[in-house]
């Protein structure tokens, strides 16, 4: 199949009667940046899983093609997971706790398509992601499911009153499902169903559009996280005895290293090659901060062994960094930072960190291969860490569909 310009005549609005529809390859759902596609329709309908997926078009864009796959999932398995997590209290819930409840989610859909067009692979560029939640199952969601529309929350006056909009009599409220109706609409889908909604975008392999011959989607599961036991350990040598929560095997995990240690403050500074408007602007928006800098680094091995893409080791804690000045009251609705981000800085500034007194450690011959953590960041050195295990298993088989 060769497409060609012309074929906008044939395809995408015209074919379908929206003359306001419109995907872009930089676009998403909601983007109208770049220039309009050519949909092309697909209707493939396919099981994977425990949901039902359609690619109902992809489209023809002049960087590439763009796919949407939307899982159909059963309102009853939804409302069955919004009766057993109603009015989830999130501030009393563990880490582990809130896992689980992400991981039962019928709208949990994660996975990574491969597109393969006339038997090569394109590469994936982005994905966006929409979620639809039928009218039997909305009035049940009181926060367990995050897949939403995002909450608006009312302007507020001086003495913490919401402020009346006089315009609000005159113009309805707008609908916060809006673009997810739209698309049932456009394709023909039962909203009856809970949907979620993916539209990836892969640019060409080629340098120029190549003509159409043969196209196919391959679907791979994210790997689901199951949470592990709790542990501490004093130093190298120390030995954590646990069981696989999937196949019972016994393991041991042996310390090797074991290090308290201290990033460079100047991990957290901006950039020298900012430009003194940017950091005036930066410093306007998120007032200035003071990081915590004291982490432990742990180099351990897993007998027998298990891959690292099966078992992670993270910490139970961390301290959040301090605000020295606030930002402008304009800007009150900024998300405050959190040491997920001093925790990203760290691994990254490994060069830069090291102990005054260097490495303590323990070598053991034909153990697993050595594996190295680090904590979250503390303000305080010595502090003592919790570790926690987080294990990730593949549970959905990869599938190959032809589409075209």
Same mark, same amino acid.
């Given at each position: 199949?060769?497409?060609?310009?012309?074929?906008?005549?044939?395809?995408?609005?015209?074919?379908?009667?929206?003359?306001?529809?419109?995907?872009?390859?930089?676009?998403?759902?909601? +983007?109208?940046?770049?220039?309009?596609?050519?949909?092309? =329709?697909? +209707?493939?309908?396919?099981?994977?899983?425990?949901?039902?997926?359609?690619? =109902? &078009?992809?489209?023809?864009? +002049?960087?590439?093609?763009? &796919?949407?796959?939307?899982?159909?999932?059963?309102?009853?398995?939804?409302?069955?997971?919004?009766?057993?997590?109603?009015?989830?209290?999130?501030?009393?819930?563990?880490?582990?706790?809130?896992?689980?409840?992400?991981?039962?989610?019928?709208?949990?859909?994660?996975?990574?398509? %491969?597109?393969?067009?006339?038997?090569? /692979? @394109?590469?994936?560029?982005?994905?966006?992601?929409?979620?639809?939640?039928?009218?039997?199952? #909305?009035?049940?969601? &009181?926060? *367990?499911?995050?897949?939403?529309?995002?909450?608006?929350?009312?302007?507020?006056?001086?003495?913490?009153?919401?402020?009346?909009?006089?315009?609000?009599?005159?113009?309805?409220?707008?609908?916060?499902?809006?673009?997810?109706?739209?698309?049932? %609409?456009?394709?023909?889908?039962?909203? &009856?169903?809970? !949907?979620?909604?993916?539209? !990836?975008?892969?640019?060409?392999?080629? /340098?120029?559009?190549?003509?159409?011959?043969?196209?196919?989607?391959?679907?791979?599961?994210? $790997?689901?996280?199951?949470? +592990?036991? #709790?542990?501490?350990?004093?130093?190298?040598g120390d030995q954590i005895p646990f069981i696989h929560p999937s196949t019972?095997?016994?393991?041991? @995990?042996?310390?090797?290293?074991?290090?308290?240690?201290?990033?460079?403050?100047?991990?957290?500074?901006? =950039? %020298?090659?900012?430009?003194?408007?940017? $950091?005036?602007?930066?410093?306007?928006?998120?007032?200035?901060?003071?990081?915590?800098t004291h982490l432990t680094a742990m180099t351990y091995a897993v007998s027998?062994?298990?891959?690292?893409?099966?078992?992670?080791?993270?910490?139970?804690?961390?301290?959040?960094? $301090? #605000?020295?000045?606030?930002?402008?009251?304009?800007?009150?609705? @900024?998300?405050? *930072? /959190?040491?997920?981000?001093?925790?990203? *800085?760290?691994?990254?500034?490994?060069?830069?960190?090291?102990?005054?007194?260097?490495?303590?450690?323990?070598?053991?011959?034909?153990?697993?291969?050595?594996?190295?953590?680090?904590?979250?960041?503390?303000?305080?050195?010595?502090? =003592?860490? %919790?570790? #926690?295990?987080?294990?990730?298993?593949?549970?959905?088989?990869?599938?190959?569909?032809?589409?075209?």
């Amino acid at each position: 199949m060769d497409i060609q310009k012309d074929d906008r005549k044939t395809c995408g609005k015209e074919q379908t009667g929206d003359r306001d529809w419109k995907v872009t390859f930089e676009g998403g759902f909601y +983007g109208q940046r770049g220039r309009r596609g050519i949909e092309i =329709p697909v +209707g493939k309908t396919f099981s994977w899983g425990k949901e039902i997926w359609h690619v =109902p &078009a992809v489209y023809w864009c +002049g960087k590439g093609l763009v &796919a949407d796959i939307f899982a159909e999932i059963d309102p009853e398995r939804v409302r069955a997971f919004l009766e057993r997590y109603r009015d989830p209290e999130e501030d009393r819930l563990t880490e582990e706790e809130q896992e689980r409840i992400q991981q039962e989610s019928p709208l949990e859909t994660g996975f990574q398509p %491969e597109i393969i067009l006339n038997g090569r /692979k @394109l590469r994936g560029v982005e994905g966006n992601g929409l979620c639809w939640l039928p009218e039997s199952c #909305r009035e049940m969601d &009181a926060g *367990a499911l995050n897949d939403g529309p995002a909450e608006e929350y009312p302007e507020l006056d001086n003495d913490g009153d919401p402020v009346e909009d006089p315009a609000a009599e005159e113009y309805p409220a707008a609908d916060p499902y809006e673009e997810e109706r739209r698309l049932l %609409e456009h394709y023909g889908l039962d909203p &009856a169903k809970a !949907w979620s909604m993916n539209r !990836w975008s892969f640019s060409w392999a080629t /340098k120029r559009p190549p003509k159409l011959r043969s196209l196919s989607l391959t679907m791979k599961r994210d $790997r689901v996280c199951i949470p +592990g036991i #709790r542990f501490t350990v004093r130093g190298p040598g120390d030995q954590i005895p646990f069981i696989h929560p999937s196949t019972g095997e016994r393991h041991v @995990l042996t310390v090797l290293e074991y290090q308290e240690e201290e990033m460079d403050r100047k991990a957290f500074e901006a =950039p %020298e090659d900012m430009e003194q408007e940017e $950091r005036r602007r930066l410093f306007r928006r998120m007032g200035e901060w003071e990081y915590p800098t004291h982490l432990t680094a742990m180099t351990y091995a897993v007998s027998p062994e298990i891959s690292r893409r099966e078992l992670q080791i993270r910490d139970c804690g961390g301290d959040r960094p $301090r #605000r020295i000045l606030p930002r402008e009251p304009e800007d009150r609705f @900024l998300p405050e *930072a /959190k040491n997920d981000v001093c925790v990203m *800085a760290g691994a990254s500034a490994i060069g830069i960190i090291g102990g005054a007194d260097g490495p303590t450690a323990i070598f053991m011959a034909g153990k697993g291969e050595p594996c190295g953590t680090f904590s979250s960041l503390y303000f305080e050195p010595g502090k =003592p860490v %919790e570790w #926690r295990m987080r294990f990730y298993e593949k549970r959905v088989e990869d599938l190959e569909v032809k589409l075209l």
